[in-house]
């Protein structure tokens, strides 16, 4: 990546690979300022944002995190991974109704795909003691994702707690 970009220094896609790989080697300056050259080159490239808010949310900038990631939906509204996001700084925030919201807008994008949230909310709701609404989503988890490792602890969880 980096003959990439000392070969094309406007290549926007290759600078925002650039910073994930950094950002996955924990080379966070460094992801950062990649992250950075890619949006001046391409100041809407959804990607790029999506990047620097979980590498806000990674240096524990929640407040700043949120900023970022709202401003990636405005970008891009049919983003699951933006609104997964942008839902765990939400709740790393201490926000969680608006974590809930934005977990609950990924899921509709992408039900599948998005599984996981379910149990981010379960996990919400566990901390709130509504434990009817934990069991539905660890039910909801399940049916997406069968053969979860966890599956006999959610089911134990749904049993207990789910009115029949």
């Known amino acids: 990546l980096k003959e990439v970009v000392a070969l094309d220094p406007e290549d926007f896609i290759a600078w925002a690979k650039l910073g994930t790989w950094h950002f996955t080697n924990n080379a966070l300056p460094e992801a950062d300022a990649a992250f950075r050259r890619s949006l001046e080159l391409r100041v809407d490239?959804?990607?790029?944002?999506i990047n620097v808010g979980q590498l806000r949310t990674a240096q524990k900038q929640y407040e700043a995190a949120i900023q970022i990631l709202?401003?990636?939906v405005e970008l891009d509204a049919t983003s699951?991974?933006?609104f997964q996001?942008?839902?765990e700084a939400y709740l790393l925030a201490k926000q969680g109704t608006l974590g809930a919201e934005?977990?609950?807008q990924a899921?509709?994008?992408?039900?599948v795909g998005m599984a996981e949230c379910h149990l981010q909310l379960a996990h919400l709701y566990q901390l709130a003691g509504a434990k009817t609404q934990a069991a539905a989503e660890y039910k909801l988890f399940l049916a997406k994702v069968p053969d979860h490792p966890d599956k006999k602890k959610f089911e134990k969880y749904i049993k207990d707690n789910l009115p029949k």
Request: hydrophobic content about 50%.
């Open 102 to 104: 934005a977990l609950n």
């Open 70 to 72: 709202k401003h990636a």
């Open 85 to 87: 996001l942008l839902g």
């Open 107 to 111: 899921i509709k994008l992408d039900p």
């Open 45 to 49: 490239y959804t990607p790029a944002w």
């Open 80 to 82: 699951a991974r933006a």
